[in-house]
Nanobody
Framework: QVQLVESGGGLVQAGGSLRLSCAAS????????MGWFRQAPGKEREFVAA????????VYSDSVKGRFTISRDNAKNTVYLQMNSLKPEDTADYYC?????????????????WGQGTQVTVSS
C-alpha cells in the first residue's frame, strides 16, 4: 500500500520560510517522479514543483521560481520543498504526489499517488 505523508506546514509571516517534507512508503521511490501541488480555498489544484526520478531534473511554476526549491533523498524515501520569501498568495494546502509515467510533470492527472496535504498559511 502506497503512502505519501506530508509534514512541515504551518503559519508564517510574509517573507519567512518553511520546509515541507513528504515521506513515501510502499513504492520504489527512486523510480518515481515526485511533485508538489497546492490548492487554495475555492481554487483548482495547481502545480508548484517537481523533480524527476533520474538526473535530478527540476521544474517549477513561474509563481515560485527563484523562491522555492524541490529536492529528494532517495535513501530516506523523502521529497522536500524549501519555501523562502513566502507571500500571502502562497497560502494553500500543499500536496505531494508520485508518478511513474512519461506524462508532463506539471499535470495533475498524471500522478498516480497523492498525500493528504499539509496546510501553509502566510500572514501579511
Amino acid at each position: 500500500q502506497v503512502q505519501l505523508v506530508e509534514s512541515g506546514g504551518g503559519l508564517v509571516q510574509a517573507g519567512g520560510s518553511l520546509r515541507l517534507s513528504c515521506a513515501a512508503s510502499g513504492l520504489t521511490f527512486s523510480t518515481y517522479d515526485m511533485g508538489w501541488f497546492r490548492q487554495a480555498p475555492g481554487k483548482e489544484r495547481e502545480f508548484v514543483a517537481a523533480i524527476r526520478w533520474t538526473g535530478g531534473i527540476t521544474v517549477y511554476s513561474d509563481s515560485v521560481k527563484g523562491r522555492f526549491t524541490i529536492s529528494r533523498d532517495n535513501a530516506k524515501n523523502t521529497v522536500y520543498l524549501q519555501m523562502n520569501s513566502l507571500k500571502p498568495e502562497d497560502t494553500a494546502d500543499y500536496y505531494c504526489a508520485a508518478k511513474r509515467n512519461t506524462a508532463q510533470v506539471n499535470v495533475v492527472r498524471a500522478y498516480n499517488y497523492w498525500g493528504q496535504g499539509t496546510q501553509v498559511t502566510v500572514s501579511s
